[in-house]
C-alpha cells in the first residue's frame, strides 16, 4: 500500500552533505521516470531532480545542478539523492515520486534536511 519511503535526511551544517533514500512500489513505478521533490517552511513543493526509468538520464533543477546527484537502483526498486556542499536554503522536506508529478500523484511521508550552522 505504501508508495513512497523516503530516509536519510538530518541535522548538517552549511557546506556538508546528505544521501537520502527512497523505497518504492516496484509494482507500480517500475521503469518510470522518477524525481526528487522538497518543500520548505511557507514555500510551494518545486521539482529538485529526475531520473529516467533506466537510470540513465538525469535532470536537475537549477539550485540543484552542480551539487546534487541523483541515481537509482533499477534491480530493487531504490531511488537515491546525493546533496553536497548543502545551503540553508535547502532545508525543507523532501519527497521522491513519480515525474512528472499527475493530478493522480500520492505522496509520501517525506524527510526532513536541515541545514543550519
Known amino acids: 500500500q505504501v508508495q513512497f519511503v523516503e530516509s536519510g535526511g538530518g541535522l548538517v551544517q552549511p557546506g556538508g552533505s546528505l544521501r537520502l533514500s527512497c523505497a518504492f512500489s516496484?509494482?507500480?513505478?517500475?521503469?518510470?521516470?522518477m524525481g526528487w521533490y522538497r518543500q520548505a517552511p511557507e514555500k510551494q513543493r518545486e521539482y529538485v531532480a529526475r531520473?529516467?526509468?533506466?537510470?540513465?538520464?538525469?535532470m536537475y533543477a537549477d539550485s540543484a545542478t552542480g551539487r546534487f546527484t541523483i541515481s537509482r537502483d533499477t534491480t530493487n526498486n531504490m531511488l537515491f539523492l546525493q546533496m553536497n556542499n548543502l545551503e540553508p536554503a535547502d532545508t525543507a522536506v523532501y519527497y521522491c515520486?513519480?515525474?512528472?508529478?499527475?493530478?493522480?500523484?500520492?505522496w509520501g511521508q517525506g524527510t526532513q534536511v536541515t541545514v543550519s550552522s
Open positions: 515520486n513519480e515525474a512528472p508529478i499527475l493530478r493522480t500523484s500520492q
Open positions: 516496484g509494482n507500480i513505478f517500475r521503469g518510470k521516470k
Open positions: 531520473i529516467s526509468g533506466d537510470g540513465n538520464q538525469t
